[in-house]
């Protein structure tokens, strides 16, 4: 079986050395949280040695800190991917799906500038950041566009196809039994994101595992 990259079809032998969960590109802009009061003038501007400790003790309230798919994200990707290379770098695992803003065209220029193998992904992230027609989706949806992504293309470039199903988390559990018969049928890779709820991860599994999907091929990342 071939894995399925932006730009092809390569053997497992040729991927060399991977990174199984990456975010070339991304928005988080629905997770913005609005700073205090008295330090919001803090996150005015772009990362600075006075402002570094405050956005990472805010995270969120920083616009600068969620949104990675500006020219200057995509600058610093070039150069981070490139190095991944020149030090032995194979392949990424590119883990933004549905709700997150994936960029394939971009994955498709990391590729072709750097040499390094990309694999995208297919399936949604959390509910937090699907609108109201996605999270109203049945399974049997759910699983057609994996399906279509993983087997035909991805609904945002039709001539590249997903190589996995990722980013997984505590979005509808109709999303992860979807997951579990595509990975049955297809015997294609499984990302989960469980987040912070310690009984998350055996929820998955047991949601992933009654619809079909193996064990072995899910990686709770």
Known sequence: MKVHTVLGAVLPSDLGRTLTHE???????????????QIAHRFQSGFTLENVGYIRQYPYSSKFNIVMNDDHSKHAVYNDVGVFKELGGGTIVENTTIGLNRD???YK???E????????GTGHYIADVQNDTTLDIKTEDLYNLM?????EGCIDNPI?????VGEIANFERRAIRAA??????LGCGISFHPHRDPK???EIIRLYTEAGGRVNKAAHC
């Open 180 to 185: 579990g018969e595509i990975q049955a049928q």
């Open 23 to 37: 975010h070339l590109s991304m928005e988080f802009n629905n997770f913005y949280r609005k700073p205090p009061n």
């Open 200 to 202: 998350a991860p055996f």
């Open 147 to 151: 399906l279509t992504e993983l087997t």
């Open 160 to 164: 590249v196809k997903a190589g996995f």
């Open 109 to 111: 220029s990391v590729s």
């Open 113 to 120: 500038k750097t040499g390094v193998h990309v694999v995208a």
């Open 104 to 106: 394939i065209n971009f």
